[in-house]
């Protein structure tokens, strides 16, 4: 959960309305100033499409915030996919939930007219689980990434090709759930061509003060970059 070191923090003015028009619920925050970019923001087990606007809104001020709900509900807790250990996830529903992201991505991008070389997808544990999967089952849809507390989750992976795609992994070094699994999932992303930049923290699972600090100074080089091309 996110610590309150990073609550309080300025939101948008007021909060999104819940849409229920396509296959994921979801809502949009509009900064007073925008600049262009859109954040879409994935959140972890247990949470919902709000937990992670707080977190969001800080690093990116000016940005469109496109929150989204995981629409499995596993023992109570809303979730992007079933798992079936704290390390092990239902393979066939992993792929039908990147499936299904995957359109609903490509009806919001049309809808709302999100430019995609202005988009960053930041998922945190289980929604950035979903995200990098999204990007080896689907590479073209995904060209930037924050992913927090992030593993992989696929037992086979495709030969996508990820050189369009730069992503940002943070990790926590007492998180003894994820942390160990963190390398693997990096050298996964490198060895399909996606410029990655590995952080860890000193934190546990949660997300703080540090998370803001390391995510804000990439994002002001990374979309900068992204401007560009």
Known sequence: ????????????????????????????????TPNGDTMV??????????????????????AVLFAVRGRVVQDGSNRWY??????????KDIRSEAKAFAEFLKQVTQEYKIDPNRTTFLGYSNGANLVNAVMLLYPDLVKQAVLLRSMPVLSEVSDANL?????????????????????????MLRSHGARVEARSIKSDHGLGKDDVKVVSEWLSGATAQLKKN
């Not at 300025?10 to 619920?25: C, N, R, T, V, Y």
């Not at 942390?179 to 999932?185: D, N």
């Open 163 to 187: 050189a369009n795609a730069r992503v940002l992994t943070v990790s926590g070094a007492s998180d003894q759930l994820y942390a160990p699994y963190a390398p693997a999932l990096e050298d």
């Open 82 to 91: 079933r798992r079936l250990t704290p390390v092990s996830f239902d393979q």
């Open 41 to 62: 923001l994935l959140h972890g087990s247990g949470q919902d499409e709000t937990s992670l606007v707080s977190f969001g809104s800080k690093i990116a001020p000016n």
């Open 1 to 32: 959960m996110l610590k309150k070191a990073i609550k309080g923090e300025i939101l948008p003015q007021s909060e999104g309305s819940l849409h229920e028009d396509l296959a994921f619920k979801y809502r949009i925050y509009r900064p007073e």
